[in-house]
Every structure is written in C-alpha cells, then in structure tokens.
C-alpha cells in the first residue's frame, strides 16, 4: 500500500482545512487508515482513523466535534475535515494504515510523508 498526504498550508485560528490521503494497493492489512500528527517538540499522536470496508470512524478525544474523518472509495481517498482550529493543532500530519483498530503510532503498518498545518494565532 502507499499513502500520500496533502491538503496542509497556513490558516488562522478558526478556520478550516481539509487534508486528503490517496491510497493505492490497499490490501486486507491494511484496514484502516489513520491520521496522526507531530507537533514540534512531541510525539506523534493519534488524532482520527477510519475502518475502510465499513466506514466506522473513531477519533482523538482533542478533535472530537470539531473534525471529521471520511473516504471516498471510488476516489481511494481519505479525508480529514478539521474545523475551529487552535494554536495548538499546528503539526505535521500524516496519514498511516493498519490492520487493526489502533490508536498509538506502534500499531501503524505503513506510513505516508506528512503534510504541515500551520494555525496562527
């Protein structure tokens, strides 16, 4: 499989941006497609993931209500819709697959480059 990431850019303080994910040669471990991100001086974290055959989402307790995380399959992509954003959101993200519901990045299968979100205060 291989991921590739975009949609990230400098926003202000609540906005919104809209990061994409391209998946090819999805195989059956890779089930699920999850966002996480890097903020500078921190560890990567989990912030979203989506199982792909059936859509079940779950999220990071820090973006719940104020991002959505969804998949086009016809266009193998996954989105992640980020809204009201902080300060503190500012961070490389990255799109990974697994093959189980995970929620740390030692779960993650295969990793695709990341794409830097910039929220100004």
């Known amino acids: 499989v291989q991921l590739q990431a975009s949609g990230g850019g400098l926003v202000q303080a609540g906005g919104s941006l809209r990061l994409s994910c391209a998946v090819s040669?999805?195989?059956?471990?890779?089930?699920?497609i999850n966002w996480f991100r890097r903020a500078p001086g921190k560890e990567r974290e989990f912030v979203a993931g989506?199982?792909?055959?059936?859509?079940?989402?779950w999220y990071a307790d820090f973006v719940k209500g104020r991002s959505t995380i969804s998949r086009d399959a016809a266009k193998m992509t996954v989105y992640l819709q980020m809204n009201s954003l902080k300060s503190e959101d500012t961070a490389v993200y990255f799109c990974a697959s697994s093959n189980e519901l995970i929620n740390t990045a030692a779960g993650a299968r295969i990793w695709g480059q990341g794409t830097l979100v910039t929220v100004s205060s």
């Open positions: 040669g999805l195989t059956t471990s890779d089930n699920f």
């Open positions: 989506i199982k792909w055959r059936e859509g079940k989402k």
